[in-house]
């Protein structure tokens, strides 16, 4: 018998547990299933040893450029930032790692306490009074929080900024679409790069649920969440998807009276990983706690007095509720939040400020330089560590040619704007330093 | 004590390098910047080292022992997935396609792999976790009856032992949800079926192994039935555990499949994630697939957004790539022997298990403790309520003490008391014994002293806790008493 390192059973267990079950054989097990197959006839290859697993899976990596061999000045959702070295070990303890979903919440206090803690910091910069426990990614998250807008405010139409990320537009419209909502794009001002109020004031009415801006924008624009909530209707629900390194520097979404802020944590202490596993953020107000998607944990004694942390309002959710549950949502992200608060613990209240400040000063002297070179930037409206310029009508091509020299260059806009051919998305994060800015601008000229 | 508690002003726990690039004034206006700074904790390194170590050691964990989830697959994580998934750490979504063919052919290979193993004919691996692709499927059944202009199609059934993201998903999906009862024997009974279907039916879920851990034996006839009245069957995957190397969902006539890599491909639970839950489907399913799709052309693999008739995307990027690698990692490791090995010593060990408990526990659906279970089984406490008055979740919390992590609890609906017990391969013949013993001893307390097991647990970092205050008064965030 072929034995394998992750199952126990010698062929003497075999023989005992069939003898105690009163089995002859395993297929005796089986009996009521279809024989549709042959196991020989998959086509799978052969078990294999660990060496040489491990050395099929290191050829692989190495057909690839990694982030960490280059000069990064892409962004648009994913970030390349700086995570110590704290963060990743303790966040790959074991029974981190290989626990589930508190169900059992006596013996979950490690996870239940990390999350509480998580939910504590994300309130802090979103500046809300509540933020749940995780959700997939930024862009689901935005459509949970556009489908609760509609759950609160029984109205079935959402306004979008045209300036989103594109794919979270997308995945909003795949949510909302069966549900029979209706989502209208609200232009963008083409100067500033900013949502255009004009356009904004038109297309609210009594029938629009809520209204959902980026801040900053998928542009690197500073959206004026002050100027679109003095525009909005008292009901209407106002929703931010925001970068959370941003707020470390801009004035909370919870500040200027948003409903609902969500966006996505990589930024915060997690790997980029070709985009995921990062997380969805989720936060609103204890007002419409009862109306929002996902796990959600609070703090609470023990028979004995002692504080401890269970889930809470567990009412709301798919294995309670089952179809009126405000969400499907069951596992979520719950280890990238946790890395997310050991980064927020490690970086603390100074050290997230600095990172989003490097990061922006130097996207502005980036900004500076290029000008400078000729290149125009394409949005008079202020930015933080993203933004767009005029690359040239070949820059895709230069793009390509970039990363062999070490250089993975501003994301070309024509991928998700047809009108922005040439265009490019320029990103700084801590990473870069004054040396990749010149490597930069050389091979770029 | 919470990490903010830990805090003192001026303590840090980063370094940064010498910043070189020239200060630029950033034209924010003053209005849009932070009047004050977000109160995050100011540790240094030894406090974020200390308190995480403290709150890991308060946590069970399948690395610590043995953690019969019944339906969630706890079986073993191994170490080796880890390793390989952190070589991809380092690389950006939108990077050129060139510089990221070895993820994109680990994708495309990992792919061609699921569909084999599930019999479908083609796939996306964009999902995030069981109840995503879940969404995703349903969404891919409502576009394929909208494309053929059946345009009644608005309810889809589900048994009444489904999991509760099964008629969650559906309704996301803009279904209504019509749930069937189940037989006596637990199974899909086919005549209430039959009552059920009609013109206006989308879809069946099912999971088989179902929630009770038996085999839809009529699973050939339901697809028959489903079909036959124009309806498609989806596959809830999280029970494939039971089923690898010996059938497969596609054969069995489902045409819409999902997986949980968290659990049938031993990815690790993270807490409660991230997971990752890819959909196959059927040859007349696959144009509605969301995107991107990776695809290979020649030697080159590439992600194809070019299905006009695709639902759409139902996250960003492509999914839970790192989550990927594990499974890929995992596959490559087991192969099709080692995946039907792990298939065979699951169901083994569950009806092993059954065996030692149906001496002292009544099992579900099954009157005289002989019916052939598959990965999983359901115990029923509803005999040790009634003559103790010892609940299952008393029973619980009184493993807890024992030093096993308890089943899942009250989870099918249809059973009161249920205590579900998936034991996994990984788990040795003398963990199964070991737990059994604590179940039995537990039994005998209930009878002897039930007070005792009402107060349980004794030796866990906490006691019961008071979770209607909780939610009564929710208190969500740490603050400055
Ligand atoms: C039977 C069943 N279906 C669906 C799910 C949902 O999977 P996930 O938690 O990955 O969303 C689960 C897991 O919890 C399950 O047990």
Redesign the interface.
């Given at each position: 018998m072929k034995k394998y390192t992750y199952i126990p059973h010698t062929e003497e267990d075999i023989k005992e547990m069939l003898a105690t079950i009163g089995a002859k054989s395993i297929d005796d097990l089986f009996v009521d299933v279809p024989k549709t197959i042959s196991p020989e006839s998959l086509k799978i290859p052969e078990s294999k040893d660990e060496l040489t697993v491990r050395s099929i899976v290191e050829s692989l990596a190495k057909k690839n450029r990694f982030l960490n061999e280059m000069r990064v000045f892409m962004g648009a959702g994913i970030y390349y930032r700086y995570i110590p070295a704290v963060v990743y070990h303790m966040a790959s303890k074991p029974n981190f790692v290989t626990a589930y979903t508190p169900y059992q919440a006596e013996v979950s206090q490690g996870t239940l306490q990390a999350l509480f803690e998580y939910q504590t910091m994300i309130s802090e910069l979103t500046g809300m009074e509540v933020t749940n426990a995780s959700m997939y990614d930024g862009a689901s998250a935005l459509a949970e929080a556009m489908l609760m807008t509609v759950r609160v405010s029984k109205k079935k139409k959402v306004l979008m900024a045209a300036n989103i990320h594109p794919e979270y537009v997308r995945t909003t419209k795949t949510y909302v679409t069966p549900q029979d909502i209706e989502v209208v794009m609200v232009d963008y001002d083409k100067e500033t790069g900013q949502i255009d109020l004009e356009d904004l004031k038109k297309k609210l009415d009594d029938t629009v649920g809520g209204v959902a801006v980026q801040y900053p924008n998928f542009f690197g624009i500073v959206e004026d969440l002050k100027a679109i909530k003095e525009v909005l209707p008292e009901k209407t629900m106002f929703v931010v998807a925001a970068d959370p390194i941003a707020l470390a520097l801009l004035e909370p979404p919870g500040k200027f009276g948003a409903d609902i802020v969500v966006g996505e944590g990589q930024a915060l202490g997690n790997f980029p990983s070709l985009g995921g596993p990062g997380f969805g953020f989720f936060s609103t107000s204890m007002k419409h706690v009862r109306m929002m998607p996902g796990r959600l944990i609070g703090q609470t004694r023990d028979v004995d007095g002692k504080t401890g942390y269970v889930m809470i309002l567990q009412t709301r959710e798919q294995h309670i509720r089952r179809s009126k549950a405000t969400s499907n949502i069951c596992s979520n992200h719950a280890h990238n939040a946790v890395m997310a608060a050991i980064y927020m613990s490690t970086m603390g209240k100074e050290g997230v400020v600095e990172v989003a400040r490097r990061s922006a000063n130097t996207a502005h002297y980036l900004a500076k330089a290029l000008q400078e070179k000729g290149f125009k930037l394409t949005f008079k409206g202020p930015f933080l560590f993203e933004f767009v310029f005029d690359a040239g009508e070949d820059y895709e091509k230069k793009w390509k040619d970039m990363v062999e020299k070490g250089i993975l260059g501003p994301l070309p806009m024509e991928r998700f704007f047809e009108d922005m051919k040439g265009k490019a998305l320029a990103a700084t994060t801590e990473m870069i330093k004054k040396e990749d800015i010149d490597a930069l601008l050389e091979a770029i000229a | 004590m919470?990490?903010?508690e830990r805090?003192k002003k001026g303590?840090?726990?980063?370094s940064?390098?010498e910043?070189?690039?020239?200060?630029?004034?950033?034209?924010?206006?003053e209005?849009?910047?932070?009047?004050e700074?977000?109160?995050?904790?100011?540790?240094y390194?030894v406090?974020?080292?200390r308190?995480?170590?403290e709150?890991?050691?308060?946590?069970?964990?399948?690395?610590?022992g043995f953690?019969p989830?019944g339906s969630?697959t706890?079986?073993?994580?191994?170490k080796?997935n880890?390793?390989?998934s952190a070589?991809?750490?380092?690389?950006?979504?939108?990077?050129?396609e060139?510089?990221?063919?070895?993820?994109l052919?680990?994708m495309y290979e990992l792919k061609e792999?699921l569909m084999?193993?599930t019999?479908t004919d083609d796939m996306t691996l964009v999902p995030?976790?069981?109840?995503?692709g879940?969404?995703t499927g349903m969404?891919i059944i409502?576009a394929y009856h909208l494309d053929r202009k059946d345009y009644k199609r608005s309810k889809v059934i589900v048994p009444d032992s489904a999991?509760?993201?099964n008629?969650?998903?559906?309704?996301?999906?803009?279904f209504k949800?019509v749930e069937l009862k189940s037989s006596d024997e637990g199974l899909v009974d086919l005549k209430e079926l039959e009552k059920e279907l009609d013109e206006t039916t989308a879809a069946i879920m099912l999971t088989n192994p179902n929630t009770l851990g038996?085999?839809e034996?009529d699973?050939?006839k339901i697809a028959e039935m489903a079909h036959e009245a124009g309806a498609l069957l989806y596959y809830d995957g999280a029970n494939l555990n039971a089923?690898m190397?010996?059938?497969?969902p596609g054969?069995?006539g489902f045409d819409v499949v999902h997986l949980n890599l968290?659990k049938t491909f031993?990815t690790?639970?993270?807490?409660?994630?991230?997971?990752s839950g890819p959909i196959g489907v059927k040859e007349e399913l696959r144009e509605f697939l969301?995107v991107p799709v990776v695809r290979k052309d020649g030697d080159r693999y590439y992600l194809d957004y070019d299905l006009p008739k695709s639902?759409?995307?139902?996250?960003?990027?492509?999914?839970?790539?790192?989550?990927l690698?594990k499974a890929?990692?995992y596959?490559?490791?087991?192969?099709?022997?080692?995946?039907?090995?792990?298939s065979?010593?699951a169901?083994?060990?569950a009806?092993?298990l059954k065996?030692?408990l149906s001496e002292f526990y009544p099992i579900a659906y099954d009157k005289d403790g002989?019916r052939?279970c598959?990965h999983e089984f359901v115990a029923d406490g509803t005999k040790l309520l009634k003559e103790t008055g010892v609940k299952t979740l008393d029973v619980?919390?009184a493993l807890?003490d024992r030093g096993f992590?308890?089943p899942?609890?009250y989870?099918p609906l249809i059973v009161h008391e249920a205590l579900m017990i998936e034991p996994t391969?990984?788990?040795?013949?003398e963990t199964l014994e070991a737990f059994a013993n604590a179940l039995k001893e537990i039994v005998e307390e209930a009878k002897k002293n039930p007070q005792s097991l009402k107060?349980a647990?004794k030796n866990?970092?906490?006691?019961?806790?008071?979770?209607a205050?909780?939610?009564r008064k929710?208190?969500?965030?740490?603050?400055r008493k």
């Open positions: - | 919470t990490i903010f805090s303590r840090r726990a980063y940064f390098p910043y070189d690039v020239p200060e630029v004034d950033l034209k924010i206006p209005h849009l910047m932070r009047s700074k977000a109160e995050l904790p100011e540790v390194e406090d974020v080292v308190h995480y170590t709150l890991e050691a308060k946590n069970y964990s399948v690395d610590r953690y989830l969630c706890m079986k073993y994580n191994p080796l880890e390793d390989m070589l991809f750490r380092w690389l950006h979504p939108y990077q050129p060139e510089t990221i063919q070895g993820a052919k680990l792999m084999e193993i019999g995030s976790a069981g109840a995503h879940e969404l969404l409502r999991h509760g993201t008629p969650a998903s559906a309704a996301m999906a803009g949800v038996y085999f034996r699973i050939l089923i190397g010996r059938a497969r054969d069995m968290h031993s690790p639970h993270g807490m409660g994630g991230p997971g969301p639902i759409g995307m139902v996250r960003s990027f492509y999914g839970n790539f790192g989550v690698v890929y990692t596959i490559l490791t087991m192969g099709r022997d080692g995946l039907k090995m792990a065979d010593m169901v083994l060990n009806n092993y065996k030692l002989k052939a598959m619980a919390k807890l992590h308890a899942t609890v989870f391969e990984t788990e040795s013949k107060e647990p866990t970092p906490v006691r019961r806790l008071d979770e205050t909780a939610s929710p208190i969500v965030k740490w603050s």
